[in-house]
C-alpha cells in the first residue's frame, strides 16, 4: 500500500497504522521510513538491535540527562521490514516507580517515519529473560505479545520527545509488564 503526504491525519502503511503528524512520502524504492531514532527513557535504554544485531554505541548520541533519565538520537537508517529491539530498565524505588519509554524514526526533526503507540500492532514485548534472545534475533517471534500503557508515567518524557523529535511528537509511552523489558518495533 501507498503512504500518500498526509497532515495530522493517521496513515496506513502495509498492514499496521502509523501514527505521525507528517509523514514524508514513500519513495519511488518504498524502502527507508526513517534516517535515525529519538528515544526518551525512565530509567534508561540499555542496548539497542536492529534486525537482530546490537547498535553501536558509536551510533548512539546522549542529548538530555535528567537524575538518570535519557533521551538519546540513534543514528539508524530504518528500511521497510528492519525490526528494533529496545532494552529498556526502570528502578521501582526511584521516584514513586514511574517510568517511560517513547521512540520516534524521523526523516528530520517533525518528519516521522513511526512512533511508539501502544495500540499499534506493530510494537511487541518480552520480558522472559528465557525468550529474549529469540525475540531479538526471530523478527515475527512474540509478536503477538502486544506492548503496554504505562500506569506510572514519568511526566518529563513527553516534553522530552517533543523537543528532540519535534513539537508535532504525538506517540505515546510504552512498556512491557516488568521493570526489565524489550521492546520490538517491526515496520510494516
Request: net charge negative; with cysteine.
Amino acid at each position: 500500500m501507498q503512504v500518500n503526504y498526509l497532515k495530522g491525519m493517521f496513515v496506513v502503511l502495509g498492514a499496521g497504522l502509523l501514527f505521525g503528524l507528517s509523514v514524508r512520502p514513500v519513495q519511488a524504492d518504498g524502502d527507508i521510513v526513517a534516517n535515525y531514532v529519538i528515544t526518551s527513557a525512565d530509567d534508561f535504554l540499555v542496548d539497542v538491535y536492529h534486525n537482530g544485531e546490537v547498535v553501536p554505541d558509536d551510533s548512539r548520541h546522549m542529548l538530555s540527562e535528567r537524575f538518570g533519565a535519557t533521551s538519546e538520537r540513534i543514528d539508524l537508517q530504518v528500511h521497510r521490514g528492519d525490526w528494533i529491539v529496545f532494552h529498556v530498565v526502570s528502578d521501582r524505588m526511584r521516584w514513586g516507580g514511574v517510568r517511560y519509554f517513547a521512540a520516534a524514526g524521523l526523516f528530520e526533526k517533525n518528519e516521522f517515519g513511526f512512533v511508539s503507540h501502544p495500540d499499534s500492532c506493530d510494537w511487541s514485548a518480552c520480558d522472559d529473560t528465557s525468550r529474549v534472545a529469540k525475540f531479538i534475533a526471530k523478527k515475527n517471534f512474540m509478536s503477538d505479545k502486544p506492548a503496554q500503557k504505562i500506569t506510572e508515567l514519568w511526566l518529563d518524557g513527553q516534553g522530552l520527545m517533543k523537543q528532540f523529535a519535534g513539537d508535532g511528537w504525538n506517540g505515546e509511552p510504552l512498556w512491557g509488564c516488568s521493570r526489565d523489558t524489550w521492546l520490538k518495533f517491526i515496520v510494516p
